[in-house]
């Protein structure tokens, strides 16, 4: 089953950013902004979600407090020596 949806607060500058993705992807703006839609939300092609799958930790940056990065600094304090046996 679909449903129609209205968005609203569409400005001129994301109109002609989403007319030129549809264009790019050879759509219709309505395939296109679904096809985005599906895309920033993880929905597959027929409704499942999928899971995201990362290849680097953009989306661990910054969320650590000041307090847990300084317990991690601690944590692997012992890996940043240099063991002076390991370099005659």
């Known amino acids: 089953m ?12 994301l109109r002609l950013a989403l007319e030129a ?28 979600r999928r899971q995201t799958i990362y290849e680097d930790l953009d989306a661990l940056a910054g969320t650590w407090s000041d307090a847990e990065a300084a317990e991690f600094d601690e944590l692997i304090a012992a890996q940043r ?8």
Do not use: F, K
């Not at 020596?81 to 005659?88: G, K, V």
């Open 2 to 13: 679909t449903t129609q949806l209205t968005i609203r607060g569409v400005d001129d500058r």
């Open 21 to 48: 993705e549809a264009r790019a992807r050879g759509l219709s703006l309505n395939r296109c902004v679904v096809v985005l839609l599906r895309l920033a939300t993880g929905a597959g092609a027929n409704g499942e």
């Open 81 to 88: 020596t240099i063991d002076p046996e390991l370099w005659r």
